[in-house]
């Protein structure tokens, strides 16, 4: 039983930030000095891209979704400015890669894995709408249950293979681990509040959202970039 006022949402979040701190130290500690800098460089660049991408439009939606009584049209009209975002900022992820080829030749691809992984971690837009809902508690233990083996077998690779090795391995288990988190908020979705998405929306609604959203987004995410 948790304690009064400390969620299980809340809960999900501590561990995640403590099994991250750990995770970061033996990077650190098993890589060295060189390949944690380059995978921190890898890191940056695809985190950049990354939010570029997002369009600071989480708040916003979130919002709508708690006004809103029909979520069809919102939900498309937020996945189609998220594919948009993501496929413009693969642009600069592949500068980014072209631009590590030109002193780190065999590290040229980090930035490609590491935005995939953050791609897929932003695409899951039903955790959006199942946060304004209030039914984010259902999918915590399911999203634990991942975390955990994935965390050992990160820190496995980590410990017993060569750095150069581990890099890759941990970076292709965070991109399976983002997938089943993705896998966990679509299956909750359809089971606790399913989206209903035929017929198709129109397309003149489905423009109006769009509009809105990144209207409404615009100033939050220019506070972001400064």
Not at 6 to 29: H, K, Q
Not at 115 to 134: C, E, N, P, V
Not at 150 to 164: D, E, G, N, T
Not at 194 to 204: K, N
Request: glycine share 6%.
């Amino acid at each position: 039983m948790l304690p009064v006022g400390f969620s299980a949402v809340m809960l999900e979040g501590a561990i995640n930030t403590i099994l991250a701190a750990i995770y970061g130290i033996l990077c650190a500690r098993y890589w060295g000095p060189e390949i944690a800098g380059l995978a921190s460089l890898a890191f940056t660049l695809a985190g950049i891209f990354s939010f570029v991408s997002c369009f600071g439009i989480e708040q916003i939606v979130i919002a709508r979704y708690v006004e809103s009584k029909r979520h069809e049209a919102l939900f498309l009209a937020t996945l189609f400015i998220r594919v948009s975002g993501v496929g413009l900022s693969a642009g600069g992820v592949l500068l980014a890669s072209l631009t590590m080829n030109a002193f780190a030749e065999e590290w040229r691809f980090l930035p490609a894995l590491a935005f995939i992984q953050m791609g897929l971690s932003s695409l899951d837009l039903l955790r959006l709408r199942t946060q304004a809902m209030a039914n984010l508690h259902h999918q915590v233990f399911p999203r634990l249950a991942i975390a955990g083996p994935f965390f050992l077998a990160k820190v496995a690779s980590l410990v017993f293979q060569s750095p150069s090795d581990s890099i890759w391995l941990t970076l292709w288990l965070s991109i399976a681990e983002t997938s089943l988190y993705l896998v966990v908020s679509i299956y909750f979705t359809q089971s606790l509040a399913p989206l209903a998405l035929r017929p198709f929306p129109p397309w003149q609604s489905l423009k109006a959202q769009v509009l809105d959203i990144l209207t409404a987004s615009a100033p939050l995410f220019a506070a972001g970039l400064m």
